[in-house]
């Protein structure tokens, strides 16, 4: 999306006529709508709209709280992010008990290579509670004793901390219609497969039970569908005859990270974009590392292909 369309999504309980009121409204004010996309999950209505207000007929602030209010008189939670709100982007990291993915987005953040900032760290336990005041950013736990994460806590923090992406390193918990349409293509997760294939939970185990040789990792967009969001980055290895579910861990927890933090970049510096449910990599692509790395070409045959075969076109 680019930097000068404004942002706005409706949240709330499914209804007739929510499009009609929301659209109607921007329309009497000169808003442009470029892009609507609406859906539906579990009862919980959702309606992404993009929007050019260079030319509306009012201030930015009259728009937002004219929205706010038709919003409590339907019962719809309306979030507006203009241009200017996304200029210093605030990242909230969820994660459970381990440490690796967080750890390397600490470091890069550390070496100025986000361009934006950690503002929270939330987990469902508090494990990663030093690990957060080492780096001196605010860390909340909203686990039960279970682990059983506390939504409405959840939504109440991303809200206080003005979160603009979402990082979900190696949280082990699956977010509801709820959190993930409010933040739809603004949170990204790690999975330890090479998706689609091997979702869900136990990643790693399936791999090995279903005999792989080549194992691998995913960051993608969360999506309402459960590790089905758009792929953003993918790290591959190799899995040994003899490997363990310990060997499988430890060949993938360091491309988990790698991949996280790649797919975080590319999605801070706006070069990837999201399309129908397949992602697509800007001009700027080249300088990121989405799959295998580039010494990988020199030893993948490029012959023979389908067609006329090499020894039949030489006697011709």
């Known amino acids: ?18 499009v009609a009121n929301v659209t109607s409204l921007l329309f009497e ?34 728009l937002r709280e004219d929205l706010r209010e038709l919003g409590d008189d339907l019962g719809l939670d309306v979030q507006v992010r203009f241009p200017a709100d996304r200029e210093t982007q605030q ?13 390397a987005i600490f470091e890069a953040w550390a070496n100025d290579e986000l361009g934006a900032d950690i503002g929270v760290v ?47 390193a190696r949280y082990m918990r699956i977010l509801s219609p709820n959190v993930v ?13 090479l998706l689609p294939a091997f979702p869900g939970a136990e990643a790693y185990r399936q791999a090995l039970e279903g005999g792989v040789r080549v194992a691998g990792v995913t960051a993608h967009y969360v999506t309402t569908d459960l590790d089905q969001g758009p792929i953003i980055t993918q790290r591959a290895f190799d899995v040994p005859d003899d490997a363990d ?28 974009s999201v399309h129908r449910g397949r992602t697509s990599v800007r001009e700027n692509g080249s300088e990121y590392q989405l799959g295998l790395p580039e010494e990988v070409d020199e030893v993948t045959p490029d012959r023979p292909v389908d067609g006329i075969g090499d020894v039949l076109a030489k006697e011709q």
């Open 245 to 272: 579910l310990d060997e499988m861990k430890r060949r993938g927890q360091p491309l988990e990270a790698d991949a996280l933090l790649e797919a975080v970049k590319l999605h801070l510096n706006g070069d990837v």
């Open 122 to 168: 939330i987990g469902n336990h508090d494990d990663l509670q030093p690990l957060a005041e080492h780096y001196d950013v605010p860390f909340h736990d909203i686990g039960d004793e279970k682990g059983q994460q506390n939504e409405d806590e959840l939504l109440d923090l991303l809200a206080e901390y003005d979160v603009d992406l979402i990082v979900l």
């Open 181 to 193: 349409f409010r933040y739809e293509d603004r949170i990204i997760n790690v999975h330890p497969s």
């Open 91 to 103: 990242i909230a990291v969820l994660g459970t008990k381990e440490s690796h993915c967080l750890e």
């Open 29 to 62: 004010r000169g808003v442009n709508i470029e892009d609507l996309d609406q859906a539906v999950r579990d009862g919980v209505f959702r309606m992404y709209i993009a929007v050019d207000t260079s030319e509306m007929v009012c201030t930015e602030e009259t």
């Open 1 to 18: 999306m680019t930097t000068d369309i404004t942002e706005i999504t409706v949240i709330g309980d499914d209804d007739t006529g929510l």
